[in-house]
């Protein structure tokens, strides 16, 4: 089955660090550029940053994640990661991963998103 | 605060048609994705690029574009097309990505 599961949330104390994974089956996971985004409580979405195909190499960040959240991916295993550091209560939500078509320059979609994992930042 | 302006909330009665809209400077260059997310659920993707459906999503649902706003038409609104509505695109200066704030459709 095609399918993108996300891990590793949980509570965690603000200034601490946590990172999730986000794990792929079904499919050539090194063939897609994959974004993380999140939904506060109550709130709507908010993309956080994406890291491309070995290929096309790099990664981006929101700004208000930027210096903070780190995006990497491990191909052999069909994972992506995203490093959360010096967390805030603000970064409590639901957490996604996404994979990305780019149909053109102009055209990109989410074709397949997980079911998100929840992160918590309380004292 | 988001670069893509949708309205808060749309109702709309069963079997009628609602437009939902997205207005951003960068929508004159950029097309945008819809998504439908119902609560506890991850979002779906119902339009992207110049009107494409992806398989399995209702031809009910269209998509069209001019200058900087963008619309997802529900045409004949059914019971479980009530849910959260995001639109997709690139932020003004094209270098990252950003939902809308997102729409709640009613159908009554």
């Known amino acids: 089955e095609v399918q993108l599961l996300e891990s590793g949330g949980g509570l965690v104390q603000p200034g601490r660090s946590l990172r999730l994974s986000c794990s792929s089956s079904?499919?050539?996971?090194?063939?897609?550029?994959l974004s993380w985004a999140r939904q506060a409580p109550g709130r709507g979405l908010e993309w956080l940053g994406f890291?491309?195909?070995?290929?096309?190499?790099?990664?981006e960040y929101a700004a208000s994640v930027e210096g903070r959240f780190t995006i990497s991916r491990d191909d052999s295993k069909g994972i992506a990661y995203l490093q959360m550091d010096s967390l805030r209560s603000e970064d409590t939500g639901v957490y996604f991963c996404?994979?990305?078509?780019?149909?053109?320059?102009?055209?990109?979609?989410?074709?397949?998103w997980g079911r998100g994992t929840l992160v918590t930042v309380s004292s | 605060s988001s670069e893509l302006i949708q309205d808060p909330a749309v109702s709309v009665a069963l079997g009628q048609t609602v437009r939902i809209t997205c207005q951003g400077d960068?929508?004159?260059?950029?097309?945008v994705s819809w998504y439908q997310q119902k609560p506890g659920q991850a979002p779906l993707v119902v339009i992207y690029?110049?009107?494409i459906r992806p398989s399995g999503i209702p031809d009910r649902f269209s998509g069209s574009s001019s200058g900087n706003t963008a619309s997802l038409t529900i045409t004949g609104a059914q019971a479980e097309d009530e849910a959260d509505y995001y639109c997709?695109?690139?932020?003004?200066?094209?270098?990252?990505?950003?939902f809308g704030p997102g729409t709640k459709v009613i159908v009554l």
């Open positions: 690029g110049k009107n």
């Open positions: 890291i491309r195909t070995e290929t096309y190499g790099g990664t």
């Open positions: 997709n695109s690139r932020d003004n200066n094209g270098n990252h990505y950003v």
């Open positions: 960068s929508l004159r260059s950029y097309y």
């Open positions: 996404a994979r990305e078509i780019h149909a053109a320059t102009t055209t990109w979609y989410y074709d397949l």
């Open positions: 079904g499919f050539n996971f090194a063939g897609y550029a």
